[in-house]
């Protein structure tokens, strides 16, 4: 394969520094990881294995095939999820929920497993959410 029709994600690993390609690894990994889990658990799991992967790819090369048939499947995804407005108005439903759920956890401490930890990791998954929403909108209906 020749440089200009190499994938933007796949890297000489000659060009790239051992410390960085650990780095590149770790984070790779740590991303698959929590992406496996969202594909049970509700989350971006396909958009996380897509990321992990896409470094891993750059750290090591011979994990590049792996990575178009998930973001083709992270794709679809992505655009099933703004397909209709009751996809949209759901999702948008969710992520407010979670943004005050956990307010609620965090001032409130009499609720169960309530405190700051709780309810910042659910608030930040209420905009986590959002912003997976607005970006995936804007991608498939574009701008206006």
Same mark, same amino acid.
């Given at each position: 394969m $020749?440089?200009?029709?190499?994938?933007?994600?796949?890297?000489?690993?000659? &060009?790239?520094?051992?410390?960085?390609?650990?780095?590149? #690894?770790?984070? #790779?990994?740590?991303?698959?990881?929590?992406? =496996?889990?969202?594909?049970?658990?509700?989350?971006? #799991?396909? /958009?996380?294995?897509l990321?992990?992967?896409? =470094? =891993?790819?750059?750290?090591?090369?011979?994990?590049?095939?792996y990575?178009?048939p998930?973001?083709?499947?992270?794709?679809?995804?992505?655009?099933? $999820?703004?397909?209709?407005?009751?996809?949209? @108005? #759901? &999702?948008?439903?969710?992520?407010?929920?979670?943004?005050?759920?956990?307010? /609620?956890?965090?001032?409130?401490?009499?609720?169960?497993?309530?405190?700051? @930890?709780?309810?910042? &990791?659910l608030?930040?998954?209420?905009?986590? =959410?959002?912003?997976?929403?607005?970006?995936?909108?804007?991608?498939?209906?574009?701008?206006?």
């Open positions: $020749s440089e200009y029709q190499r994938p933007e994600f796949e890297a000489d690993p000659s &060009s790239i520094h051992p410390v960085a390609r650990v780095a590149l #690894g770790a984070a #790779g990994i740590t991303l698959i990881s929590v992406g =496996l889990v969202l594909l049970v658990l509700p989350g971006p #799991g396909t /958009l996380l294995l990321a992990g992967l896409v =470094l =891993l790819a750059r750290a090591i090369p011979a994990l590049s095939r990575v178009e998930v973001r083709t499947k992270a794709m679809e995804g992505m655009e099933a $999820s703004v397909a209709s407005r009751w996809r949209i @108005a #759901g &999702s948008l439903l969710a992520g407010f929920g979670l943004i005050g759920a956990g307010v /609620l956890a965090a001032v409130v401490p009499t609720l169960p497993l309530a405190g700051w @930890a709780t309810g910042l &990791s608030m930040l998954s209420g905009l986590i =959410l959002l912003g997976l929403l607005a970006w995936s909108h804007r991608r498939v209906h574009g701008r206006r």
